[in-house]
């Protein structure tokens, strides 16, 4: 498809999403995330050769939340290897909010995936480092390579807001130390993960990080090897299954490729052997969302002819 093609196809996908803005709403359980501007909406394309295409409002900062997950995934299984990372967290759909501490109290503590809350902490627990800041300094070196971009920074206020409400994720963080899933100190480990969720940036960064897993881990613009394929592919199927929460399973049959969704609003999906794609709208629908952003990837699937399963 050309060039031009492609941007027509992004600029219709954010006029399809757009109205159904309005039915979204923004969460109000951390306080930063409640102050954004509900009625933005954008979206960028990286493909493997490098072009890049852009619609709506894809040069607004956001925090990315939950997308922050899979890169810490990743610098995982390159640090600890994939049967560690297995043995802390499973890789099935949970079936219960990304929240839950229900499912720890009857499986011995182990998260069922890695994208859950619980999952996510026990993941990051393995990072490199003692203190949080040292196991969120690393993981942001790790980001701003992928990005090929120092200036990505976390957002302080987005940090704060976080690490004074977010008690339950303290919780489940010591329900599974009470069980021997995370070995180091517990506080360490979900004080490096608020850091990580408030991670900020905009639809091209975002899109450009997530080009490594679209290409057999490796960046296909300066052809470093990230990661080897056997993680890769792990990372994609975790996506697919796991990826935008209890929607998963519909976004799968909908849309038909790997994503991760944040509350901050980003979604990144990835095309494999084809492109990378961030979209940003804030207001979020009753899974936790980006219910304009589910909407463009929805309208850019079928345009495209991007799942999977076709």
């Given at each position: 498809m050309q060039n031009f093609m492609l941007s027509d196809v992004l600029e219709s996908a954010v006029l399809y999403a757009r109205p159904y803005i309005k039915e979204g709403k923004l969460p109000d359980y951390i306080p930063a995330l409640?102050?954004?501007?509900?009625?933005?909406?954008g979206v960028c394309v990286h493909t493997l050769?490098?072009?890049?295409?852009?619609?709506?409002?894809?040069?607004?900062?956001?925090?990315i939340q939950s997308?922050?997950?899979l890169f810490a995934l990743s610098q995982a299984l390159n640090t600890a290897g994939a049967e560690k990372v297995l043995a802390k967290a499973g890789v099935e759909p949970s079936g219960?909010?990304?929240?839950?501490?229900?499912?720890?109290?009857?499986?011995?503590?182990?998260?069922r995936n890695p994208l859950i809350n619980a999952g996510a902490i026990a993941v990051t627990s393995m990072l490199p480092g003692e203190t949080g800041e040292e196991k969120f300094s690393g993981l942001l070196g790790f980001i701003r390579e992928l990005a090929g971009d120092d200036s990505i920074v976390m957002n302080a206020y987005v940090y704060q807001s976080e690490a004074t409400?977010?008690?339950r994720n303290r919780a489940v963080g010591h329900f599974m130390k009470h069980f021997g899933i995370i070995d180091g100190d517990v506080d360490a480990a979900v004080d490096a993960y608020f850091r990580q969720c408030s991670v900020e940036m905009n639809c091209v960064q975002l899109s450009r990080i997530g080009l490594y897993l679209a290409n057999h881990g490796v960046d296909p613009l300066t052809q470093r090897a990230v990661t080897v394929p056997e993680h890769?592919?792990?990372?994609?199927?975790?996506?697919?299954?796991?990826?935008l929460y209890d929607a998963s399973g519909e976004f799968a049959v909908k849309v038909g490729i790997p994503a991760k969704s944040g509350v901050g609003g980003g979604i990144l999906g990835i095309v494999?052997?084809?492109?990378?794609?961030?979209?940003?709208?804030?207001a979020l629908d009753?899974?936790?969302?980006?219910?304009?952003?589910?909407?463009?990837m929805e309208k850019l699937s079928s345009d495209l002819q991007l799942s999977l399963f076709n």
């Amino acid at each position: 498809m050309q060039n031009f093609m492609l941007s027509d196809v992004l600029e219709s996908a954010v006029l399809y999403a757009r109205p159904y803005i309005k039915e979204g709403k923004l969460p109000d359980y951390i306080p930063a995330l409640a102050e954004v501007h509900p009625g933005k909406l954008g979206v960028c394309v990286h493909t493997l050769d490098g072009s890049v295409h852009v619609a709506g409002d894809y040069n607004i900062p956001f925090s990315i939340q939950s997308i922050s997950k899979l890169f810490a995934l990743s610098q995982a299984l390159n640090t600890a290897g994939a049967e560690k990372v297995l043995a802390k967290a499973g890789v099935e759909p949970s079936g219960n909010p990304f929240y839950s501490l229900v499912q720890l109290e009857y499986e011995s503590g182990k998260p069922r995936n890695p994208l859950i809350n619980a999952g996510a902490i026990a993941v990051t627990s393995m990072l490199p480092g003692e203190t949080g800041e040292e196991k969120f300094s690393g993981l942001l070196g790790f980001i701003r390579e992928l990005a090929g971009d120092d200036s990505i920074v976390m957002n302080a206020y987005v940090y704060q807001s976080e690490a004074t409400t977010s008690h339950r994720n303290r919780a489940v963080g010591h329900f599974m130390k009470h069980f021997g899933i995370i070995d180091g100190d517990v506080d360490a480990a979900v004080d490096a993960y608020f850091r990580q969720c408030s991670v900020e940036m905009n639809c091209v960064q975002l899109s450009r990080i997530g080009l490594y897993l679209a290409n057999h881990g490796v960046d296909p613009l300066t052809q470093r090897a990230v990661t080897v394929p056997e993680h890769v592919r792990y990372i994609n199927a975790v996506l697919m299954l796991c990826g935008l929460y209890d929607a998963s399973g519909e976004f799968a049959v909908k849309v038909g490729i790997p994503a991760k969704s944040g509350v901050g609003g980003g979604i990144l999906g990835i095309v494999p052997g084809r492109m990378s794609i961030a979209v940003y709208g804030p207001a979020l629908d009753e899974k936790g969302n980006s219910i304009g952003g589910i909407r463009i990837m929805e309208k850019l699937s079928s345009d495209l002819q991007l799942s999977l399963f076709n």
